[in-house]
């Protein structure tokens, strides 16, 4: 499975073109393979695109997906029964790349959005191509990590 995960990125390093918004699925690389090798290289294909475009743009704050360190998919702030809003992007600007950062969840990222409701932070990055979740009360603090 390394392999072909190798073998996809570099047909995706190689052609430029593949990257664009709809990329076409190589079928002819296919051919006469099983339909478990088949299942393996369109899932490891998808992943290549995605990461050439940077997690197809919900990364935020831009940067190169390539880099080791902390990288925000999502941010809200608020409940789940009054108003949230979404903090993705100015979070994504001050942590991604950054092995830690502390997280302070409290009304200073955008206003109070439920007002008499307790909030909480629900953050999901990537750290080293795998996926973490905190949910932090608000008023309270967690360091996002990645090592």
């Known amino acids: 499975m390394k392999s072909l995960l190798n073998l996809v990125l570099g047909l995706a390093l190689s052609a430029p073109a593949l990257v664009h918004a709809d990329p076409q699925i190589p079928e002819q690389m296919m051919r006469g393979r099983s339909s478990q090798y088949q299942d393996g290289f369109r899932d490891g294909f998808r992943e290549a695109v995605q ?25 809200v702030y608020g ?3 009054g108003g949230s809003c979404d903090l993705t992007r100015k979070l994504a600007h001050q942590a991604n790349g950054k092995k830690t950062f502390n997280f302070a969840s409290n009304d200073s990222w955008c206003g109070d959005p439920a007002v008499g409701h307790v909030k909480y932070a629900n953050i999901v990055f ?15 603090s967690s360091t996002l990590r990645c090592y």
Do not use: K, V
């Not at 990537?126 to 309270?140: A, F, K, P, V, Y």
């Open 51 to 75: 990461m050439m475009n940077n997690g197809g743009g919900n990364m935020g704050g831009g940067g190169n997906h390539w880099e080791r360190g902390i990288r925000i998919i999502s941010a």
């Open 126 to 140: 990537s750290c080293n191509g795998r996926e973490h979740s905190e949910s932090i009360r608000q008023e309270r």
């Open 79 to 81: 409940t789940d029964r």
